[in-house]
């Protein structure tokens, strides 16, 4: 079953912070974020494995609460080159097999 | 490294007609997967193969879909006959567990009118 993602979209101004949520109804092995941009693949922004650790690179840093089976992406700062679709994408059970959310549209403006 | 390399990248094809999707891994990746984005549905995953064995398709929407993987370097995904809601976004990706990042390919876009 599709991990859901919160909000559908979100409209940004340069500079703000935003979050992005993810939740699925399985025990989840680890989660994955991507960003998307329009015409473009999928680009992998980083992974998180079970064990409830934190992740970052930057001004993106990421959560996985495995207990509550739902992972939160956070955007510090937000800059223009941030825009795009997020995916979360959820490994549980099956090694390897990813099944990605519904997707969140974030836009920057200045 | 060239990255996952798809083939075509545009294709608009009638309705019946057969479509093949081509797909080169990264060297040395050890799995593959092939994924479908639409607006309505999202990234969808149709299939993925480990070692070049498939494992699990139960993805692929139905019997006109088909994949291969003949060799590690080398994989298809047919569709025969092609339908307009067939219409979409078809993604190939790779990984080595080791690394367990996916890259994809640039997709290749697919009109069937």
């Known amino acids: 079953q599709q991990p859901v993602q919160s909000p559908q979209a979100v409209i940004l101004r340069e500079g703000e912070d935003a979050v992005i949520n993810c939740s699925s109804s399985?025990?989840?092995?680890?989660v994955h974020w991507y960003r998307q941009k329009h015409g473009e693949a999928p680009v992998f922004l980083m992974i998180?494995?079970?064990?409830?650790e934190q992740k970052g690179h930057d001004k993106i840093s990421a959560s996985f609460n495995e207990k509550k089976q739902q992972s939160s992406l956070y955007l510090t700062a937000s800059q223009l080159s941030y825009s795009g679709t997020y995916f979360c994408?959820?490994?549980?059970?099956?090694?390897?097999?990813?099944?990605f959310g519904t997707g969140t549209r974030l836009q920057v403006t200045l | 490294d060239a990255g996952v390399i798809q083939s075509p990248r545009h294709e608009v094809t009638e309705m019946g007609q057969e479509v093949t999707l081509r797909c080169k891994p990264i060297?040395?990746?050890?799995?593959l997967f092939w994924y479908r984005q639409t607006m309505m549905r999202g990234l969808e995953l149709l299939i993925y193969?480990?070692?070049?064995?498939?494992?699990?398709d139960s993805g692929m929407p139905e019997d006109r879909f088909s994949a291969k993987m003949p060799n590690a370097s080398f994989s298809t995904l047919k569709i025969q006959p092609s339908e307009p809601r067939d219409s979409a976004v078809y993604f190939c990706?790779?990984?080595?567990?080791?690394?367990?990042?996916?890259?994809f390919g640039e997709g290749s876009w697919l009109t069937v009118v």
């Open positions: 990706a790779s990984t080595w567990r080791g690394v367990d990042t996916i890259y």
């Open positions: 399985k025990a989840l092995y680890s």
């Open positions: 998180l494995l079970k064990g409830g």
């Open positions: 994408g959820t490994e549980s059970g099956t090694a390897s097999k990813l099944t």
């Open positions: 060297s040395g990746h050890d799995y």
């Open positions: 193969f480990n070692n070049n064995v498939p494992i699990d």
